[in-house]
């Protein structure tokens, strides 16, 4: 692992679907676990307007992309330099489709939802040491230096480090790689209006609601085991039902 080269991306955008929003900022660090080898940083014309929700976000206005370059003029860069190696972020998946819809709304050749990539929300739940798997407070709870604004270069440098201590006790890819292969039980809801209660203490309508929905792989495997535990525990129709076990007089 330590001789490994990887690369960690970052990009902000308009908003949170891939195929529609727009990337207005983009960051990559190419890095071993002993340096830092190649950077890219572009601040990026969306051709749209930025909505003010995001901008409240990431700060970013449209008087800072005016002029800047567009996505398919820096793409073939950004490409490049990912090549084949590992893809680190913080929930990358978003990160990675939001780079492959702007290359095929642009026909530019582009291979890197086939690289291998690790997200550090997953690697941090595995972890389970820290109290939330926000990228922020695993810079606290790791002790890592604050590298300013919510940015895409400052977001990857805090990425970085935060890969290298919740990866430290894997000593190959594969390694790694097995340990995310299987759904990861998680132990609070990480959001929605029970954010950060206990799956044990979520009312049963909302785990049939929520188990409903189009979650990641882990909170919907562990929705399933809660109400799997319920169910064996002989409790779960009580709690939906609370006059379950009253008879009439």
Request: aromatic share 6%; charged share 25%; hydrophobic share 40%.
């Amino acid at each position: 692992m330590r001789d490994q080269t990887f690369v960690c991306i970052d990009c902000e955008a308009t908003g949170l679907d891939p195929k529609k929003d727009r990337i207005i900022e983009v960051a990559a660090v190419t890095f071993t676990f002993d340096s830092i080898l190649e950077q890219f940083e572009s601040l990026i014309n969306p051709e749209c307007a930025i909505p003010p929700d995001s901008i409240s976000i990431h700060h970013i206005t449209m008087d800072m992309v005016a002029g800047k370059p567009k996505i398919q003029d820096v793409l073939p860069e950004l490409i490049t330099l990912i090549g084949t190696h590992p893809i680190i972020g913080h929930a990358v998946h978003f990160d990675i489709e939001l780079l492959d819809q702007a290359a095929k709304r642009n026909s530019i050749p582009c291979k890197i939802k086939q690289n291998l990539s690790f997200d550090t929300v997953r690697l941090a739940r595995l972890y389970g040491g820290s109290p939330s798997n926000s990228l922020e407070q695993l810079r606290l709870h790791f002790n890592i230096e604050d590298e300013g604004a919510h940015r895409a270069m400052s977001d990857v440098c805090v990425n970085i480090q935060v890969f290298k201590r919740l990866a430290v006790d894997f000593k190959t890819l594969k390694s790694l790689k097995d340990a995310l292969a299987r759904p990861i039980v998680m132990k609070n809801m990480p959001l929605g209006k029970h954010k950060g209660r206990p799956f044990k203490e979520l009312p049963a309508d909302y785990l049939l609601w929520a188990v409903r929905q189009e979650f990641d792989q882990d909170l919907l495997y562990s929705l399933r085991s809660e109400i799997t535990r319920r169910k064996h525990g002989n409790n779960f129709s009580q709690v939906t039902n609370p006059f379950s076990q009253l008879t009439a007089s």
